[in-house]
């Protein structure tokens, strides 16, 4: 993911920072315990697509 993009994105819901995960591809929110997945090189930032943390996924962020 392009550094310069992910200092753009934000999380939809909060407006706040997000952590590129690798494996799997995604966009977490640590504050909101969501999980943006990333499809083929794409952000997807929709809040209905994203997936919820559980605590143990939370802390290996």
Do not use: N, Q, Y
């Not at 550094?3 to 939809?12: F, M």
């Not at 591809?25 to 559980?54: Q, S, W």
Request: aromatic content about 2%; proline content about 10%.
């Amino acid at each position: 993911m392009d550094p310069k993009l992910l200092e753009i994105l934000v999380c939809p819901l909060c407006k706040g920072p997000l952590v590129h995960r690798r494996d799997p591809a995604e966009l977490v929110c640590k504050a909101d315990r969501l999980a943006f997945p990333i499809r083929d090189g794409i952000p997807v930032m929709l809040i209905d697509e994203a997936r919820t943390l559980d605590e143990g996924e939370l802390a290996s962020v």
